[in-house]
């Protein structure tokens, strides 16, 4: 549980307020709060990462870049 005393307020254009009541409407979200602490976690949990290509991908990757001519053989 969070505390009070770790939350702060931020000022959100009612317009964004009203369109994430709608969104929230028969979903397990019961406060704006919510989703919005949910969907900032998964932006930041997820920014930049992605899954490294693995050894064959990256070949696979490198043959079609030739087949299309856009990587030259060594």
């Not at 932006?43 to 299309?68: C, Y």
């Amino acid at each position: 549980m969070i505390e009070d005393s770790d939350i702060i307020k931020v000022p959100l254009p009612r317009a964004i307020v009203d369109k994430i009541k709608e969104r929230i409407k028969n979903t397990e979200f019961n406060t704006v709060s919510e989703y919005i602490v949910f969907v900032l976690k998964e932006v930041l949990e997820d920014k930049g990462q992605r899954p490294a290509l693995t050894e064959e991908e990256e070949e696979q990757v490198k043959l079609t870049l030739k087949k299309l001519g856009y990587l030259k053989d060594e």
